[in-house]
Nanobody, 122 residues
């Protein structure tokens, strides 16, 4: 079956950095858009960033623009989220996803990882 596994989460102080990875198995996703979403405690899942099939086009939520960077390595079937200048409000479970549309909507994504926890302390 198709699986997506996130890694790289953890505890970091405000202003620090983390790099999240999303590894896919059971299928090659090089020809599909991918994205990152997050869900903070007590809140609904929200869009973070997305990247097109080739990796040439990206889009970010206003809350992370200028601080986060999404990328992909199609040969390795892996997507990344580089997070810099982290803030306490970035604390959430981060999910990677694969879909058929280049989109900011979670409903356009079909495959999801189980998430990785990111905690940013003040």
């Amino acid at each position: 079956q198709v699986q997506l596994v996130e890694s790289g989460g953890g505890l970091v102080q405000a202003g620090g950095s983390l790099r999240l990875s999303c590894a896919a198995s059971g299928r090659t996703f090089s020809n599909y858009p991918m994205g990152w979403f997050r869900r903070a405690p007590g809140k609904e899942r929200e869009f973070v960033a997305t990247i097109n099939r080739s990796g040439s086009t990206t889009y970010y939520a206003d809350s992370v623009k200028g601080r986060f960077s999404i990328s992909r390595d199609n040969a390795a079937n892996t997507m990344y989220l580089q997070m810099n200048s982290l803030k306490p409000e970035d604390t959430a479970v981060y999910y990677c996803a694969v879909g058929s549309r280049y989109s900011t909507s979670q409903y356009d994504y079909d495959y999801w990882g189980q998430g990785t926890q990111v905690t940013v302390s003040s």
